[in-house]
């Protein structure tokens, strides 16, 4: 029996998205088309959006949880053994039996880091509104969303927050807050998003595909789209980042280049963990946004995601 002395669990970061399995060749410099050559290195990786964000997360010390879909197999082992050893949760994941493991094949260029992504996820349902509503939001501080293509089954999962936060969470209990990455290039109906969130993250690549063509552009253009209160950050690569706070403020990082990069793979997601992390723990806009630029700095500086502590 629960009594009223017992110490409740620390809430959680829960990020919804992506887990897929890196396949990554390091080559000593990018393969012509057409060639035949050995690499110099090759491992896996657990990958993803959001599973990459619970890697950086679970190393800040920050308890949290992935939630997404994966299939059974081999491929899907791997995974979950990978994220128990990171002390990251999984177990709200959706089981799609029969279908393939998203993959990722990755070329890492060691002349300059640069990570070229070739994507595949052949049958592998999209989260929908009603796998999320099974979870038990009270468990949770923070809701990020990586921006994915069924934006309108997240608009309906967010919306569920909001209807949490406003009609079912007790009054001791603080509101869950809302995230959202827009990453990827062309995926305009993810701006729907932005109005719901009390944090959205733009990626460059997203911006320029919007025509948006520097971070100021960018949150200049979007800023009306924001509800009160809510902030906006603006990744820009080696050009930092850029964000508006609660009250309207211009806010700005530079980038944290390390004078070798080794591997750009899931820098960005790095960045938006770190932002995260620091927003959870109390941190300003100002503060959150340069922690962010600083760890994914030290991020391409090594291979991969751990050791990042
Ligand atoms: C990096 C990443 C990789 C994955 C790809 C999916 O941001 O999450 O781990 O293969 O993007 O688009």
């Not at 060749?25 to 050559?37: A, G, H, R, V």
């Not at 990171?86 to 998203?102: A, K, M, Q, T, Y």
């Not at 990586?146 to 603080?174: D, L």
Request: charged content about 25%.
């Amino acid at each position: 029996m629960e009594s009223d002395n017992v110490l409740e669990e620390p809430k959680k970061i829960l990020c919804v998205g992506l887990v897929c399995v890196d396949l990554i060749q390091i080559c000593e410099s990018f393969p012509k088309e057409d060639s035949d050559q050995r690499c110099l290195e090759q491992r896996w990786q657990r990958g993803g959006n959001a599973s990459n964000n619970c890697t950086v997360l679970s190393q800040l010390g920050a308890p949290c949880e992935f939630f997404g879909t994966v299939s059974k197999g081999v491929f899907a082992d791997y995974v979950e053994s990978d994220f128990r050893d990171l002390n990251i949760s999984c177990d709200n994941c959706i089981v799609h039996e029969g279908c393939d493991f998203p993959l990722s094949s990755v070329i890492i260029n060691k002349e300059n880091g640069s990570r070229t992504i070739i994507h595949s996820n052949r049958n592998l349902p999209e989260l929908t509104a009603e796998d999320f509503h099974k979870l038990d939001l009270s468990k949770y501080c923070w809701i990020h969303f990586e921006g994915r293509r069924n934006t309108s089954a997240i608009s309906a999962m967010m919306r569920r927050v909001v209807h949490y936060n406003e009609e079912e969470r007790s009054e001791n209990q603080p509101r869950v807050r809302l995230s959202v990455e827009l990453e990827k290039a062309n995926r305009t109906q993810l701006l729907d998003l932005i109005p719901l969130c009390d944090v959205s993250f733009v990626g460059k690549d997203f911006a320029t595909s919007q025509a948006y063509s520097t971070m100021s552009d960018t949150i200049r253009l979007l800023k009306p789209s924001l509800s009160p209160g809510s902030q906006l950050v603006v990744a820009w690569g080696d050009r930092g980042a850029m964000g508006v706070s609660k009250d309207g403020k211009i806010v700005q990082s530079i980038a944290y280049t390390p004078t070798e990069i080794v591997d750009t793979l899931g820098a960005g997601d790095t960045f938006v963990a770190a932002t995260i992390f620091q927003l959870v723990n109390g941190g300003s806009l100002q503060e959150s946004i340069t922690f962010g630029c600083k760890l994914a700095g030290a991020k391409i500086a090594i291979e991969g995601l751990k050791n990042l502590g």
